[in-house]
């Protein structure tokens, strides 16, 4: 990209209070997936209103730009300020608007991009040379302006009848994640991309946030932490990346079991592997988890992104790679 282009596309984002501003989708973290195109011209309606929604990500459009049309996909309210529970240390977020399902999507491949335009620098020259690696929210915590801190332990607090240990905190005043590093890597790592969700998607939230044990297999009830673990998952399972590995490992981009596949996946017969596989999440389990197919030995999806089991099988059931 031309110095000039890079000037200006900062300087906008600084207008914008938006580091994201005018990012393309990258897919796959590969440099051929990214297409320069012009700066598009601001329209100061779309940047007043941002201000006044708090919301730098509003009027994104569905191919990952920004719409010059206000209001195309956002709803026009400004948001109260986000009251903090001081008994818990946690958001309200009663008053907090929703992002979609979509709109959090776009938000990460926004942030993706950012990793991989900015590789060299984050990573001190010597940037990862497998692209999963490169989906480290410690490092993406960098990026949106978060201290990342590995504690040896963050305290408890009561719930449900007993006590719970705090895997992650964030504080938005000092801007620091603190992850605890008592639980196994695919806790911390989930808890920290889910940490990074809370502070690019809840930036009006005060106080301290603090999460339990998170690994991406259960589903959060409170809408706020809904957001923060789809954050989480797309940010470490995009969708790209998870596809591309799953064909490499398996051959296939919708895996069901016949004859061939149930003696590659586990040597026995396709009878034999359904008194074993009883369900399409125990066959998406067995695919995340599996070290073998078909005399080829390699570390397991899980293992590769560094989620645990129940977090990749929900996945591969998201993106259709499992059949039944």
Partial sequence: MDKSIKALVSE????????????????????????ESAT??????????????????????????YSAEAGSNRTNQVPDPLPTDSSTGRTNTGAQRRYTDREIEIAVKSLHTQLWTDRESLWGGTPPANAIALLDPAVALRLVGYEYAAESGLGRYRADGGHVEVAGLID???????????????????????ELGHAVLHQAGGGIHRDRPLDGGMVSRDPAEWEADRFAT???????????QFVTLFGTECFTLTDHTAFALLGVSLHEAQAKIRTPRDLARRLANTTQYNSRFFKSLSTQFRVSTEAMAIRLEELALVAW
Avoid: C, W
């Fill in 12 to 35: 906008r984002r600084k207008l914008l209070e938006n580091p994201y501003a005018y990012m393309e989708y990258l897919e796959g973290f590969e440099p051929e997936h990214q297409q």
């Fill in 40 to 65: 598009p011209a601001i329209d100061l309606r779309i940047t007043r209103s941002r201000e006044l929604l708090q919301d730098p990500y509003a009027y994104l459009n569905e191919s990952g730009g």
């Fill in 172 to 194: 938005r005043a000092s801007r620091t994640v603190r992850v605890s590093h008592q639980f196994p890597v695919n806790v911390r790592t989930f808890t920290a991309a889910h």
């Fill in 234 to 244: 797309y940010f470490l399972m995009p969708t790209r990346l998870v596809k591309t």
